[in-house]
């Protein structure tokens, strides 16, 4: 499976990119930024594939239950903003067992971990041939270079509008 790593630099729209793959029949990926250096830190010493996706689960709940990722806005989702996504925890588990190969395999835990959440949505992961990664910045690619064989993908801005949209954004907040 070919995998496409989105990087941005600034506020370049690299979140917006993304969700321009949502829900295309021959792409996996998650609803946001995915660290797995941070999520390989956590599941380092475990050796059974159900505590590896209840780890996850914890780890990124807001992929489960959008009402809870407000950062993003993932709450106010729609044409009327007052629509949100729900994916089954107990279905996700399910098929990440069934779908996952050997543990030991870092290639093998990333590539399960996005087909299962792509079944728990309701999507035919038979047509996967894509995961699309939302690492968001380099420091999130660091270890990752001798584990996982993919493409980076970066997007830029103008470095004035970049700088504006920033202020604007967390001004909001």
Not at 102 to 119: C, E, P, Q, R
């Amino acid at each position: 499976m070919k995998i496409f790593c989105l990087l941005g630099v600034g506020r370049s729209g690299i979140d917006f990119l993304q969700t321009l793959f949502d829900r295309h029949p021959q792409i996996s990926q998650f609803p946001g930024v995915f660290s797995f250096d941070f999520f390989l830190e956590k599941i380092k010493k475990i050796d059974e594939k159900k505590k590896i996706a209840e780890i996850f689960i914890k780890e990124y709940e807001r992929f489960f239950d959008s009402k809870i990722y407000k950062i993003e806005r993932h709450d106010e989702l729609g044409i009327n903003q007052n629509e949100s996504f729900k994916v089954s925890k107990e279905n996700f588990i399910k098929q990440f067992i069934k779908i996952c190969g050997n543990i030991k395999k870092k290639n093998d835990i990333f590539t399960s971990l996005h087909l299962a959440y792509s079944s728990a949505s309701g999507e035919n992961i038979e047509l996967k041939k894509i995961i699309v990664w939302n690492a968001h910045n380099f420091e999130n690619l660091n270890s990752q270079k001798k584990n996982l064989d993919f493409q980076i993908l970066i997007s830029l801005r103008n470095p004035i509008s970049s700088i504006n949209s920033s202020i604007s954004h967390w001004l909001a907040y």
